[in-house]
């Protein structure tokens, strides 16, 4: 975007330089002038009395949001809202333009300003934000620390003791600590990378509270930000219940109870309405007494906000997810900022801190062997440690290749040609079962969606070649036999979510989409013409990847090392969705670069439950 293809109005003049660099595009741009308009159409001063500073506020509070800030600090705004290499802009001194913010009459004082005012800016002193933004950071500091003041629920020691029996070599056990802690507060965060136990915490937790009789739980749902990560939660803990039943320590009601628990999105849970909000809240708040949260590194600030505004003061909340994740791809760093301040023990925080004590890290990894390459690249990925990543790349590890994106035809692309033709044939012979696990047997993770080494540039190398090797498929329109399609809109009428994946097979009526029906290994089938938003699914986005696993995963970086996407989190998220194998398709530097390069939002939540 540059300054000739956005007019800049009259009253905003000051965003020019700014607009032609590309910091700010016209939606920013037309919200300042918006409210300079208004302003001047009321009782306010005139749209000439507002400063230069206090429309560059209106746009830069206005731009934090859509990369990820809820608030910006003016200290820090050119790194917060310019995307790469910081240009040689005007920008306001800070000190000055904190003066001018606090005489601003844009910025709200105190709620009841808010109604029939033109006021949407809140400056603290030391962040800016725009109005409804603080307005959800508040909301769910105030929400957390409400339920932190409750009185504490009593708990079967004796059944807790038999769901988490103690450790052989001594050694405290972070899951039954996480446990009791969820169960006697009501609100709690389990925190964890892949494989440390935090489904096997959740199953057991929810198995304590149905077998308590002086804290009865009633109801209780299981909830994830996608359809996808949701149907894995539903598969992880009831294979976690059977591993309860196998050893005895649940009766058959408590069982038959969790067998049948089903985790759903949260916007299914609070009764999402398109375009009309939702239809849980304070006011008609949800039934359950337990509310677990699953991936909750992957749920934004407002919606975090509206969840907790329908649980129930008095139900028990329960937060589970990985810090280290990519965050939402809406504003806010909700799960990093809850869990805090960390320092190794099992429980984060002391003091007066709403969440301390109830914050609880699981740091052993089960999932993988101590000579698992997975386990220590995400390691020392997530640690910074670039010298310790990059050796790790080194060939010597059967798990973990390094290949340069040059190669990847010679090398990745033949793998996966396999694995498509798999697909292939297996979706011509109807068979939807096969066809599903061989498309889920191997996926590129690809860092963008556009661009060289990015989803589209590998949906249509992995396609190509996978249809002229098996002939005799009718290619015309979007759909053809062995197509592996992926959700990415919620279709609540045609039982489709976002996150869903299928593949379209032959059947008696013609072409239909094969998709998993709950974890029991059933399947459902869907008239193509019904799905209205899906894409080809031989590769994804690292963030749609979020809530799966798969056994060996492809991660497709940018060539370029300044490339904005190349973050800690980013990569750390990509190679964690792998269960077998990861290959990297990368240059050293382009890796390199990501790991050094952790992901700065802006976020006054941290500070809030953390004083």
Known sequence: ???????????????????AVGVFDPSEVQFAATVARLRSSGEQPPVESLSGEEILALAVAARGPRLGHVCVELDQVAERVVSGEPEDLPWPDPAEWARVLDGSDLVLRSREEAVGSVRPLVWDGRRLYLHRYEAYERAVAEDLAGRCSNAGYAIDVPALDDLFPAPEDGSPDRQRVAAEIALTNAVSVIAGGPGTGKTRTVARVLAAALLTETSPVREF???????????????????????????????????????????TTIHRLLGARPGAGFARDRHNPLIHDLVVVDETSMVDLPLMARLLDAVRPTARVVLVGDPDQLASVEAGTVLADLVGPRNGSDSVGSGTAPLAGRVTILDRVHRFGSESGIAALADAVRAGDVDSAVALLDGSRPDLRLVPPESADSTVLSELVSAGVSVVEAARSGDGATALRAAAGVKVLAATHRGSNGRRDWDRRVERVVLDLVGDVDRRGQWHI????????????NGVFNGDTGVAVSGPDGLSVALPSGPGGGLRFVPPARLHAAETWWSMTIHKSQGSEFPHVVVALPTRPDSPVLTRELLYTAITRARERVTIVATEAAFAAAVLRPVARASGLADRLWP
């Open 221 to 263: 749902a299981l909830a994830a930000p996608t359809g996808k990560a949701a149907a894995r939660m539903t598969e992880a803990v009831r294979q976690a219940v059977e591993e309860i039943a196998a050893d005895g320590i649940a009766d058959a009601g408590v069982l038959d109870r969790m067998r049948g628990a089903e985790a």
């Open 1 to 19: 975007m540059n300054g000739q293809s956005t007019r800049i109005p009259e009253s905003v003049t000051v965003l020019e330089p700014f607009v």
């Open 482 to 493: 062995g197509r592996p399609v992926l959700v990415t809109a919620n279709d609540p009428l």
